[in-house]
């Protein structure tokens, strides 16, 4: 992996933790993502615009089929998130959502895409493999067993991380593919992406508006900050995939964890910080080993 490439899945790592701690704080449902979606298309219009009044009429049936099934994948990923994030800590979900996604992106990217990895890339997915279950509570998840309610919420939260971390890994190989071998421009798989969102999220708004207007009140600030940066840390990575190999870029993303366990934990106050922060450290040399293997 090049060095600008690590740049930019590192930058866009600190972003996509930074969002994910705050749609955490929120604790919305499939409305705050609704809200979301809403704030990232109004923004993002002016670009999405200008891009696409000169690539758009060039799209045929297969740009649309990437850009629709992206759009599903990415829907159900944002609400068993969101959900998980209401039944579980953070500290659980998001580690083990953002662990098996990118390592199920991986493989999929060797054994359908034709993707290699070496000896030393390999060395890296074990690196990540083994921090995500530091950060995830290590052998705490086994003590955990001993208390009835501290074992069904690590269970709830094992349980929606795998859940997100599928769909994620199906919109990492979809989107991955458009901007790689479709050549598609990452700012319009994303910002089409999210327009088309907006159809299946809306009817959760206008279904019960009073209830809807009520949660933007206590919501806003949480759903304009995420909608605004959410989308620049995952086109960061799709420009990422277009230099770079996914089966590479996908694992690397666990970076996002490292900031995580260093924001998540102090601000979430959810615990076994330094277990978490040795977790993050096996991601991180798992990263650089991926980046130079």
Same mark, same amino acid.
């Given at each position: 992996m ?13 972003i996509?933790?930074?969002?994910n701690? /705050?749609a ?10 609704a809200? !979301? ?27 649309w089929?990437l850009?629709a ?9 944002? %609400? ?7 039944? /579980?800590d953070?500290?659980? *979900? ?13 493989? %999929? ?13 390999a060395?890296?997915?074990a ?8 950060i ?7 003590r955990? !067993?001993h208390d ?10 094992m ?5 997100t971390g ?5 919109y990492? *190989? ?14 319009l ?6 327009l ?14 009073? !209830?809807?207007?009520a ?8 759903a ?19 230099s770079a190999?996914?089966s ?12 995580a ?5 102090q ?16 991601i991180?040399?798992?990263?650089m ?5």
């Open positions: 090049s060095a600008s490439a690590l740049a930019l899945v590192v930058l866009a790592g600190l996509h933790a930074s969002w701690i /705050a955490k704080k929120a604790g919305g449902d499939v409305r705050f993502a809200f !979301t979606g809403l704030v990232a298309m109004v923004v993002w219009a002016p670009l999405g615009l200008w891009l696409g009044i000169e690539q758009i009429p060039r799209w045929g049936l297969l740009e089929s850009v099934a992206s759009s599903v994948l990415h829907t159900f990923y944002f %609400i068993a998130l969101l959900r998980g994030y209401r039944k /579980a953070l500290t659980v *979900v998001y580690p083990l959502a953002r662990g098996s996604g990118p390592l199920l992106s991986c493989l %999929i990217a060797i054994l359908l895409l034709g993707e290699s990895l070496s000896a030393l890339g060395a890296g997915i690196g990540v493999v083994g921090g995500v279950f530091l995830a509570g290590g052998p705490g998840l086994l955990a !067993t009835p309610a501290r074992r069904a919420r690590i269970h709830k939260g349980a929606y991380g795998l859940v599928a769909f994620i890994a199906g990492t *190989v979809v989107d991955g593919y458009a901007v790689k071998f479709v050549l598609m421009s990452p700012i798989v994303d910002y089409i992406g999210n088309a969102r907006m159809v299946l999220l809306g009817p959760a708004l206008l279904r019960d508006r009073s !209830t809807a207007l949660m933007w009140k206590r919501q806003w600030k949480f304009v900050f995420v909608g605004i940066i959410s989308p620049v840390s995952y086109v960061l990575v799709l420009y990422a995939m277009q190999p996914l590479h870029v996908a694992p690397a993303r666990e970076v996002s964890m490292l900031f366990a260093l924001i998540g934990g601000l979430l106050g959810e615990g076994d910080r330094l277990l978490r922060l040795l977790g993050a450290a096996c991180a040399a798992g990263v080993a991926l980046a130079l293997g």
